[in-house]
């Protein structure tokens, strides 16, 4: 009976031996009496019977089904080979490249080009290149060179809807910097408005004006993607094939000034292959955007600034702006049992707030002498937040109504007083890095609860 019921997770291997030992069960009961164990052979038995019945057309599915799917992926790879010879023609950096001129814009080397005024055009793996839509995402820190010639008459088949990017760091961050403004921008579209990226054919690369944040290299790949009656887009996102990784090229890419979502710029790219790839000319991005990037990080006359060490706390109550509408502190309060600082304006549900959680500051030896629950703990201290730090080093902010997107980067110096009287007087600056230009600045008193 134990063979025959797993027999539901084993198949045959359970079933078989399960009608086996019921039968021959049956046989030496039948021929010792008294001998008991009946109900248990019987019940085996049947259950095996049963199971091997119904495991006959579901092994043949099964075998069926495993034999088809080898078939279509081995018909899947033929097709993909056939239809996509440079696929399996990539560039083999142990052969020799042929580095004289051929009469086209394809030259191994930065010296002496020519960037023309003309939308960005070129020859990918022999193949006519002519770029339909240019496309920056400055989060993940890609460039996309998009073409579909579906239609075209070629020499091979008219499957290559092409791709090509060009992916930078997606960790871009200052690796030294007391700036916070090079923190924004390295993490924005910053890092790419107005400056130009070289990459000469040993190998160095430069960014110039150069940057206080760390990049390597760029990588080149090229995508193939198969016709279909889906669009360019949706083709690509479901792309099977793997990328064409470029190992050996140079490139010279400029980038004009970021303006409402498009960002110009030329770029010369000639790959060292065989196949004398190269792209070149001019073009308009379209830039990806972050809700959490702001329109700009210049200052503004009504006291938003990133300069968090030079910035002004007047000696008036706490205002500012929150979300793009002007803020007027009507209330703070400070729990110092979990560290909560919120200036509040209006009153539940209407209210807007900023809270800060200042619990960062606390060590383990202020809660174990009992500090943990003093609001003395604040007094006299300064909190400042530069920028550049982990988000586990900063106090936690919170606002409402809440922004888009879920890391709000922000600036801040916050001083508090002496407390006395039970009451713990401070200044405080606060800047947002969102599209309204948060901010709050000025003085306040608050009775700690």
């Known amino acids: 009976m134990a063979c025959s019921c797993a027999g539901l997770l084993v198949g045959f291997l359970g079933t078989i031996p399960g009608i ?3 039968g021959k069960a ?19 038995l049947i259950i095996g019977c049963v199971l091997s019945v119904l495991w006959i057309p579901l092994t043949y599915i099964l075998v069926v089904a495993t034999i088809s799917g080898f078939h279509a992926v081995s018909e899947l790879k033929a097709r993909q080979n056939a239809a996509s010879p440079a696929a399996t023609t990539v560039a083999n950096t142990d052969v020799a490249t042929d580095l004289s001129l051929d009469g086209s814009a394809w030259r191994p080397d930065l010296e002496g080009v020519a960037i023309p005024a003309t939308p960005v055009s070129g020859r990918v793996h022999e193949l006519p290149f002519t ?13 996309e060179f998009e073409y579909d010639n579906t239609g075209v008459e070629t020499s091979t088949a008219a499957w290559k809807q092409i791709s090509l990017r060009i992916q930078f ?15 924004f921008e390295a993490n924005s579209f910053g890092k790419y408005s107005q400056r130009t990226y070289l990459v000469q054919s040993d190998g160095a690369f430069s ?16 995508y193939w993607l198969e016709p279909g009656p889906q669009s360019l887009e949706a083709r690509r996102k479901s792309s099977q094939s793997a ?11 400029e980038f004009g000034e970021y303006k409402n979502g498009k960002l110009p710029g030329r770029i010369y790219l000639c790959v060292l292959d065989q196949k004398k790839s190269f792209i070149c000319g001019t073009f308009v991005a379209s830039v990806a955007q972050d809700s959490n990037l702001p329109p700009d990080i210049q200052p503004d006359a009504a006291g ?14 706490a205002a500012g702006r929150l979300g793009g509408i002007s803020f007027k502190t009507q209330s703070v309060e400070l729990k110092s049992t979990f560290g909560e600082l919120t200036f509040s304006q209006g009153a539940w549900p209407n209210n807007q707030e900023f809270k800060l959680d200042l619990r960062v500051s606390d060590s383990s030896e202020d809660m174990r002498n009992g500090r943990f629950n003093n609001p003395a703990r604040f007094s006299g201290r300064t909190f400042i937040v530069s920028g550049n730090e982990a ?11 809440p922004p888009a997107g879920l890391d709000i980067k922000y600036v801040m110096r916050l001083e508090f007083g002496e407390l006395k009287d039970g009451k713990l007087p401070g200044h405080i600056y606060l800047c947002i890095l969102d599209r309204g230009k948060s901010f709050l600045r000025g003085k306040f008193v608050v009775v700690p609860q």
């Open 131 to 143: 770029v339909q839509t240019v496309k920056l995402d400055p989060k993940n820190g890609e460039i």
């Open 304 to 317: 938003w600034t990133l300069d968090v060490a030079n910035a002004t706390i007047p000696e008036t109550l």
């Open 169 to 183: 760091n997606q960790q871009a961050g200052p690796a030294t910097s007391a700036d916070p403004a090079a923190w």
């Open 20 to 22: 086996i030992c019921g």
């Open 26 to 44: 049956l046989r030496q009961i039948k021929k010792t009496p008294g001998l008991a164990g009946k109900g248990m052979a019987t019940v085996g």
């Open 207 to 222: 960014v110039q004006p150069s940057a206080s944040w760390d990049l390597p290299k760029p990588q080149i790949r090229m």
């Open 391 to 401: 988000w586990h080093d900063r106090p936690d902010l919170r606002l409402t109504p």
């Open 243 to 253: 990328p064409l990784v470029y190992e050996k090229y140079v490139l010279r890419l």
